[in-house]
């Protein structure tokens, strides 16, 4: 029986390594979808600042704040609606930037997070497993695999540990106390 633990162990292991090395593979897949929609964006608003040079804003952002404070609803939605392309922008920049310097983990974190779901099941529509060639990004995953793997185990070791302990310890007779001459 314990060869068949030892083989699942093992097993379970191979899985989770492998799903762990699509992690940088994902992330290269996500800079991309991600390069590509800041490209975009980048020339909506600098399509924006060309506006705002042509009508002498020192700046996008005063722009938006003048078209905020006019009377028309319809040019106050369409401050709001730069105002957040603007954001966006920020918002964007940031998560490429920790794509191109962050380390495994950190990059892992942003793809993953909650919020950014939405653009991580885009990414996963096109997403085609493979093997990453940098040796960094294979130490991370296999430090990941064998985190999660002990993670998994640790209540089955904990489990042992306490067997085995009950085991070592010698039986109480239950009518004395430790004090008592039996």
């Known amino acids: 029986m ?12 191979a899985i989770v390594l492998i799903a762990a090395l699509q992690i940088p593979i994902l992330a290269d897949h996500y800079r991309q979808y991600l390069s590509g929609y800041v490209e975009a964006t980048q020339t909506t608003v600098n399509e924006y600042q060309a506006l705002a040079d042509q009508f002498g804003y020192a700046s996008v952002e005063q722009m938006i704040e003048q078209l905020q404070q006019n009377s028309a609803p319809l040019v106050r939605q369409d401050a709001q609606n ?16 920790v794509l191109n310097t962050g380390h495994f983990f950190e990059q892992t974190w942003y793809m993953l997070a909650p919020q950014r779901f939405d653009t991580l099941k885009k990414v996963g529509s096109n997403f085609s497993p493979s093997i990453p060639l940098q040796p960094v990004a294979v130490l991370y995953s296999v430090v990941l695999a064998l985190l999660i793997n002990a993670l998994f185990y640790t209540p089955a070791w904990c489990v042992r540990g306490a067997r085995r302990l009950r085991r070592r310890r010698p039986a109480v007779d239950n009518n004395h106390s430790p004090g008592e001459a039996g």
Do not use: M, P, S, Y
Request: net charge positive; proline share 0%; glycine share 4%.
């Open 2 to 13: 314990h060869w068949l633990i030892n083989l699942l162990d093992k097993f379970l292991f």
């Open 82 to 97: 730069k105002a957040a392309t603007v954001h966006r922008l920020n918002e964007l920049q940031a998560g490429l930037a």
